[in-house]
């Protein structure tokens, strides 16, 4: 299950296997996988969850990366710097979020200026990964029936 960050090698691919394919079967795909970044193993259950975080979470970023390259350049910013800065930004905190212990919410509170309404943007969020979850579910059924 590639994601659209596998187009430059940087996806976060979720997979499954069947219980009863062997070990090349599994290597073979981990192969294939690597090819597009990284992936993780998940159980069959969890696949729906897996795509509307993986498959479909580059929805829920991309508009916020689109917003901040616009307020940059109409702050005066460069288009190419602020889009430069806008993808450093998010390489950055995906790998903060990934090499260090602490919680999103204790990164958070190492900045000191926080001007975002952090409910709301949950809010948003929540609904968007929901919306995906019952998309993949009705997907699913569609495809089983």
């Keep these: ?7 430059v090698g940087a996806g976060m691919n ?4 069947a219980a009863d394919a ?7 795909l981990r192969e294939m996988l690597d ?17 509307a975080l993986l498959a479909v979470g580059p929805t829920y970023l991309f508009p916020v990366i689109d917003t901040l390259i616009s307020e940059a350049e109409d ?14 930004l998010f ?5 903060l979020v990934a090499q260090t212990e602490a919680t999103p919410e204790e990164l958070k509170q190492m900045i000191s200026m ?19 979850l ?3 579910r009705g997907l699913e059924d569609k495809l089983s029936s």
Excluded: H
């Excluded at 979720?14 to 296997?17: E, L, N, P, S, V």
């Excluded at 090819?35 to 795509?51: D, F, K, L, Q, R």
């Excluded at 710097?81 to 993808?87: E, I, L, P, S, Y």
């Design 35 to 51: 090819v597009w970044g990284e992936s993780i193993e998940v159980p069959e259950s969890c696949m729906n969850a897996a795509c």
């Design 114 to 132: 926080q001007p975002l309404d952090d409910e709301a943007a949950a809010a948003v969020f929540r609904e968007a990964y929901q919306k995906a």
């Design 134 to 136: 019952a998309g993949l």
């Design 1 to 7: 299950m590639p994601n659209t960050p596998s187009l």
């Design 14 to 17: 979720a997979w499954c296997i």
């Design 91 to 95: 390489a950055g905190v995906g790998d």
């Design 75 to 88: 702050a005066g910013m460069a288009t190419e710097t602020a889009r430069r800065a806008a993808a450093g």
């Design 22 to 28: 062997d070990d090349e079967a599994e290597a073979l």
